[in-house]
């Protein structure tokens, strides 16, 4: 595969990033950087879906920006941009609310998990922003054409809408946007230390997510208060906390310490804190790595916003293009 080939994701700025986001998907996208053009987006108007607050927004966002540079994203090899600075992806919504099914949104599984959290709330608001989101996520991947889309399992309905409105938009006004195809990578499933039958998440509090930039003390403290087995005899299999530790290890620590270790739980010798010691001493030495990174850019936050607004201006170059053809696809005048 070369650079001919196109990539999109986007991440809100929700705050500090942890372990799961890391490993599911922002190592995977600096890896991507080598092969494929990339464009990696902090998408903050999906932020505005639920209520917020405005100074946490600003603060999550900067945050989000510099902790990505920090994991590796590389303005020399990728395009980093902030959808708020790229009018064009709520232009191209529009357009896409026009040609897409209200079924089709009423049967997106996150809008009904976001209602079930929501229901019961004294005060509760649910907005239409929280509904129609779905089509603003089709415009930011079909705003730029992408080949493909590195996506997790939870997001694969949201991805299959894009294709769909491509197809609606492609059968009305004329072939245009391309179908953009999921892209198959290798990327663990990292579980809540506290509950390992959970995905690690910061909504559950802190106990159950090691944060990507967490000191060496706070990390070790998760580590060893790790759930381990739930009292499985021999010959069962391994329990989900147990094999949770070791994913953490093969995907960051040393391989020969991950299969040695590997090779005695086999034999039944199930030497948790050693496990233990093994996964703290791997976390810590990634977390003190990208630590020290985010220190650097966060050194200097004007000259990080320059990079960006830039970064976010290349994309704008490339968004106005394909709203170009849009709008004389659609009947719209030209700007």
Known sequence: MDKQ???FSGIQPTGELHLGNYLGAVANWVRLQDNYDCRYCVVDLHAMTMPYDIAELRANTENMLIGLLAC????????????????????????????????????????????????GQQGAFI????????????????????????????????????????RRFNFQFGEFFPE??????????????????????????????????????????????????????????????????????????????????????????RRYALLKDAVADALVALTSRLRARRAEIAADVPGMWKQVRAMSEVSRDAARATLREVRKLTGLPSL
Not at 139 to 163: F, N
Request: glycine residues 8%.
């Open 180 to 269: 953009p195809r999921a892209l198959a990578t290798p990327t663990p499933k990292v579980l809540s230390l506290a509950d390992p039958t959970r995905k690690m998440s910061k909504s559950l509090g802190p106990k159950h997510y090691v944060g990507l930039f967490e000191e060496e003390k706070s990390v070790r403290a998760k580590v060893r208060s790790a759930v381990t087995d739930t009292g499985e005899g021999a010959g069962e299999g391994m329990s989900p906390g147990v094999e949770n530790l070791f994913s953490l290890l093969a995907a960051c620590g040393d391989p020969a310490v991950h299969a040695a270790l590997l090779k005695e739980y086999e034999a039944g010798n």
């Open 127 to 166: 907005s239409a922003g929280l509904f129609t989101y779905p089509v603003l996520q089709a415009a930011d991947i079909l705003l730029y054409r992408a080949d493909y889309v590195p996506v997790g399992k939870d997001q694969e309905q949201h991805l299959e809408l894009s294709r769909e409105i491509a």
């Open 5 to 7: 080939h196109s990539v």
């Open 72 to 119: 590796g994203i590389d303005p020399a090899r990728a395009n980093l941009c902030l959808q708020s600075l790229v009018p064009e992806h709520t232009e191209l919504q529009w357009v896409f609310s026009c040609v897409c099914a209200y079924g089709d949104l009423m049967r997106q599984t996150q809008f009904k998990d976001k209602m079930d959290q929501l229901e």
